[in-house]
């Protein structure tokens, strides 16, 4: 079993869906409001848990409901809490996120997650050290993620960082990583390139090994050596964007720490983001393995049908496509794009 170690945030998400984002001083009517389990750490433990990996998640929460709540949540899924420590100062992290036209914004509030220290890190190295990959973010202090990664180097463990929300990171930092999960905006604030090829050949300059800059509806530039490779996201019908960045970075890791190739691991965690963007919520909308293997055997079968002459359907890319319903040779609701 993959062995994944995440270092990083545990938020109570409040979220509520408006018609329009009201401008600074405007008071806009909403509605639809809900809580779910988040923070960028303990979606990305989730996603890995509930794919099938043995997760530990390193962090902090307030000695509150939500800190309770969101415990409880972890361990639903499979994900080991003993080295969460609660804070008696500060409260549990929350992010405010307005829901609008199927897209989202966030204001996060760190609370106790701010006061995760390098010690803290230190004091579970031997989890580190156990791992095959650690995945962290940037809703911790700097100074924690960069001794998180600097264990993991010194162990031999893979480190795959998703940088969010995006803060100019030093070159030495940078190179602590294996690999880099920004995604466009990310890649301009890490760059100052607005043009994301060329803000991932930055990066790749910088020292990063591997770069995949996730491009929301349009999926992935991802790096294999010296080549930039694109590759479409899965067309579904979209409900709600909160955790696809941090479902499909969960799924890379997950991949990875099984021994799958890395196209592959790409492919693997696109089908995965694609499944999260479907449902509302963030740590509710991931989906378990049983879920991406249906999806995917779903998707090989439609092709075959439509084409019989495929030899290898699995190696075969849809089209960018903004289809959200099937044709009528197509079985599902979120057609692939290659049916007549």
Same mark, same amino acid.
């Given at each position: 079993?993959?062995?994944?170690?995440?270092?990083?945030?545990?938020?109570?998400?409040?979220?509520?869906?408006?018609?329009?984002?009201? @401008?600074? !001083?405007?008071?806009?009517?909403?509605?639809?409001?809900?809580?779910?389990?988040?923070?960028?750490?303990?979606?990305?433990? +989730?996603? /890995?848990?509930?794919?099938?990996?043995?997760?530990?998640?390193?962090?902090?929460?307030?000695?509150?409901?939500?800190?309770?709540?969101?415990?409880?949540?972890?361990?639903?899924? !499979?994900?080991?809490?003993? %080295?969460?420590? #609660?804070?008696?100062?500060?409260?549990?992290?929350?992010?405010?996120?307005?829901? %609008?036209?199927?897209?989202?914004?966030?204001?996060?509030?760190?609370?106790?997650?701010?006061?995760?220290?390098?010690?803290?890190?230190?004091?579970?190295?031997? +989890?580190?050290?156990?791992?095959?990959?650690?995945? $962290?973010?940037?809703?911790?202090? $700097?100074?924690?993620?960069?001794?998180?990664?600097?264990?993991?180097? @010194?162990?031999?463990?893979?480190?795959?960082?998703?940088?969010?929300?995006?803060?100019?990171?030093?070159?030495?930092?940078?190179?602590? /990583?294996?690999?880099?999960?920004?995604?466009?905006?990310?890649?301009?604030?890490?760059?100052?390139?607005?043009?994301?090829?060329?803000?991932?050949?930055?990066?790749?300059?910088? !020292?990063?090994?591997?770069? *995949?800059?996730?491009?929301? !509806?349009?999926?992935?530039?991802?790096?294999?050596?010296?080549?930039? #490779?694109?590759?479409? /996201?899965?067309?579904?019908?979209? *409900?709600?964007?909160?955790? @696809?960045?941090?479902?499909?970075?969960?799924?890379?890791?997950?991949?990875?720490?099984?021994?799958?190739?890395?196209?592959?691991?790409?492919?693997?965690? $696109?089908? *995965?983001?694609? $499944?999260?963007?479907?449902?509302?919520?963030?740590? *509710?909308?991931?989906?378990?393995?049983?879920?991406?293997?249906?999806?995917?055997?779903?998707?090989?079968? #439609?092709?075959?049908?439509?084409?019989?002459?495929?030899?290898?359907?699995?190696?075969?890319?849809?089209?960018?496509?903004?289809?959200?319903?099937?044709?009528?040779? &197509?079985? #599902? /609701?979120?057609? &692939?794009?290659?049916?007549?």
């Amino acid at each position: 079993m993959p062995n994944i170690c995440v270092v990083g945030s545990l938020n109570m998400d409040l979220c509520v869906e408006t018609p329009r984002v009201p @401008a600074m !001083g405007e008071t806009v009517l909403g509605g639809g409001f809900f809580t779910s389990p988040g923070g960028k750490g303990a979606n990305q433990a +989730v996603a /890995a848990g509930k794919l099938g990996a043995d997760v530990t998640m390193l962090g902090r929460v307030g000695a509150d409901a939500f800190g309770t709540q969101l415990i409880e949540n972890l361990r639903s899924d !499979g994900v080991n809490t003993d %080295h969460i420590r #609660i804070t008696e100062n500060a409260p549990t992290g929350i992010a405010v996120i307005l829901l %609008h036209n199927r897209d989202n914004c966030i204001i996060v509030d760190p609370g106790a997650n701010a006061l995760l220290t390098p010690e803290d890190i230190s004091a579970c190295e031997d +989890v580190v050290a156990a791992s095959n990959v650690l995945v $962290l973010q940037l809703e911790i202090p $700097l100074v924690t993620a960069r001794r998180a990664m600097a264990l993991a180097r @010194a162990h031999g463990v893979t480190v795959l960082l998703n940088p969010a929300p995006a803060q100019k990171l030093q070159a030495d930092l940078l190179a602590l /990583a294996d690999i880099l999960t920004p995604n466009e905006s990310e890649c301009e604030i890490l760059t100052g390139i607005a043009d994301v090829e060329l803000a991932a050949r930055a990066l790749l300059q910088m !020292g990063v090994p591997r770069v *995949v800059a996730t491009l929301g !509806g349009s999926g992935v530039l991802y790096s294999e050596g010296e080549r930039l #490779i694109r590759k479409p /996201a899965w067309p579904v019908k979209v *409900v709600d964007t909160t955790a @696809a960045g941090d479902s499909f970075t969960g799924a890379l890791a997950v991949s990875l720490a099984r021994g799958e190739p890395w196209g592959a691991s790409i492919d693997f965690a $696109l089908a *995965v983001a694609a $499944l999260t963007v479907t449902r509302k919520g963030a740590q *509710v909308s991931l989906p378990r393995l049983a879920e991406v293997e249906q999806l995917k055997t779903t998707r090989r079968s #439609i092709i075959l049908d439509c084409d019989p002459g495929i030899d290898d359907p699995s190696t075969r890319t849809p089209p960018i496509s903004t289809a959200t319903t099937a044709s009528a040779a &197509c079985r #599902i /609701a979120s057609c &692939c794009g290659t049916c007549p």
